[in-house]
């Protein structure tokens, strides 16, 4: 019975300790991210609650009045954009139903008043938290670094981020490299709880309340399930008639080449020997043909790369010039990322015979739930849907998963295809 060795373990715990380094600091890298994004949202809900304050003041004399339509547009504008940037840091927001902008209505609107609540909420909270997330990284890297210039920097000026104390030799400046150490340690401890703290409030009054009528939302999920078998059907058959029409064909010229050639190997061997090339070439076609059927339906390369090899090899087979960048720290189901290679496929396959583009570049991210995937492409330009160019294919396959796709094609380029997929089942 083998022991195992020390070293072995010492590997095993190196490894261990590297895996949680990398979910440690990756998790810390999104916090940021979606702390950055939400004070962008915040810095406009402090406008607009400013703005709603100014209607309410000067409703007593009638001019705020004629203010509230807008008012409320613009707080229902907000809480859209909000509900889409969760969407994109985490699990869908299903909002309500569209809220009414006259306001003798909104008054007694159960959705408004939770988006003036949200709106309250996210404009201090919310804004606190994001000036948090952008500070920090940026304090970090500031204390962090001081050693290497601090010589540069003026004698009277502070030498750490929170703006007080001097340093005038290296143990002053060794002293705020301690500083952004804790700047760094903060960020990796308190950074993903405060993300997840300033999206509370949206999550929570943004979302479809109890009393909301969810029948659009049945009723586009019904149509999308539908889609997806139809596109399942679609499939199918398609993979009947390249078995049919190919394959079998193949295979029957096989077994016919043989019969003949077993029927001629006694009496002409050179005339048997020539159908049995002939044979042969036809087997190794029908090989092919069912390797192509194959991949056509789940692609190997993606079980055995995943899904940066395999996007990376449809670029290598591309015509165009393709530089792919991917960005996905952990394995999707297996459904999406075959959706999101397929996609892909298309897009490419799309871009060689149609756009004249002399580059292109897919982009795939994945965060907080969510698979995103940007191809573009610098060729003409008018991709349209109805044209037979694909696009009714790719949105009847990421509709499949409830995910969302918009293109962006004007006459004269550039096409952008931008998709955006659950990373679950």
């Known amino acids: 019975m083998a022991i195992p060795s020390a070293a072995s373990g010492d590997r ?3 490894a261990g300790l590297k895996d949680v380094v990398v979910r440690t600091t990756g998790a810390a890298g999104a916090a940021i991210g979606q702390l950055a994004s939400g004070l962008a949202t915040a810095a406009a809900a402090v406008l607009v609650l400013v703005w709603g304050a100014v209607a309410v003041v000067t409703s007593l004399v009638g001019v705020g009045l004629l203010m509230a339509p807008a008012v409320l547009r613009a707080l229902h504008a ?57 500070y920090l990284p940026v304090s970090a890297v500031r204390d962090s670094t001081f050693p290497l210039w601090w010589r540069l920097a ?28 804790g700047w760094i340690a903060i960020i990796l401890g308190l950074t993903p709880g405060m993300a997840r703290l300033q999206a509370e409030p949206g999550r929570r009054l943004l979302a479809a309340g ?59 061997p050179a005339g048997a020997d020539e159908i049995l090339e002939r044979a042969q070439s036809a087997a190794e076609q029908a090989l092919a043909e069912l390797r192509t059927v194959s991949r056509s339906i789940l692609p190997p390369v993606l079980a055995d790369r995943g899904l940066a090899g395999a996007l990376s090899g449809l670029a290598a087979n591309c015509a165009v010039p393709c530089h792919v960048e991917v960005d996905v720290p952990e394995r999707c189901a ?56 694909g ?35």
């Open 334 to 389: 297996a459904s999406v990322e075959a959706t999101a290679y397929f996609v892909v496929a298309e897009a490419l396959t799309n871009i060689a015979k149609h756009s004249g583009a002399g580059a292109a570049t897919v982009t795939v991210n994945g965060r907080g739930g969510r698979l995103r995937l940007r191809i573009e492409d610098d060729g003409r330009g008018g991709a349209d849907e109805d044209g037979g160019s």
């Open 210 to 268: 109890p009393d909301t009528d969810l029948s659009l939302r049945v009723a586009e999920l019904t149509a999308t399930r539908a889609a997806a078998l139809d596109a399942h059907a679609t499939e199918l058959r398609r993979i009947e008639r390249s078995l049919h029409d190919g394959t079998q064909n193949r295979l029957v010229t096989v077994t016919v080449l043989l019969g003949a050639a077993r029927r001629m190997a006694a009496r002409d």
């Open 391 to 425: 696009l009714t294919g790719i949105r009847r396959r990421v509709a499949a998963h409830d995910g969302t796709l918009r293109v962006t094609s004007p006459v004269g380029g550039p096409t952008s295809l931008e998709v955006d997929l659950p990373c679950g089942s």
């Open 78 to 134: 907000l809480a859209r954009r909000e509900r889409q940037r969760l969407g994109r840091w985490g699990p869908e927001v299903v909002a309500p139903d569209p809220p009414p902008v006259r306001l003798r209505l909104a008054l007694v609107d159960p959705t408004t008043r939770r988006e003036l609540r949200w709106l309250v909420r996210h404009a201090t909270l919310g804004l606190a938290l994001g000036l948090l997330g952008v």
């Open 12 to 14: 095993g715990t190196d």
């Open 154 to 181: 003026p004698g009277d000026a502070t030498s750490t981020s929170l703006g007080f104390g001097t340093a005038h030799s290296w143990p002053d400046a060794f002293a705020v490299l301690l500083l952004g150490v």
